[in-house]
């Protein structure tokens, strides 16, 4: 649970990096995103690995996509990763 609460931090403060007319689309889909997988096991490590890969690597797509530099991403990629 630690850890998906890391990844949303680092995901929304990610969001903040963005051009303000996009922050709110980009917060409202992350959370929406993480709510829709609250009830998956804790347990299943394999599965969400998975979804932290993803969201790791959906949060480069759109940094690429407003050109904010990628390395604005480290810490997510320590969580989600590393």
Known sequence: MQKALGV???V???VRRLPKDS???YAKYARENFVNYRDVEANDTQFLDELF???Y???LWVLN???V???AAT???EICCG
């Open 53 to 55: 890969l993803r969201a």
């Open 75 to 77: 810490k997510l990629k």
């Open 8 to 10: 949303y931090g680092q």
């Open 69 to 71: 530099d990628e390395s």
């Open 57 to 59: 690597n959906h949060s």
């Open 12 to 14: 929304l403060r990610l």
């Open 65 to 67: 996509k407003y050109s």
């Open 23 to 25: 922050r709110p689309y």
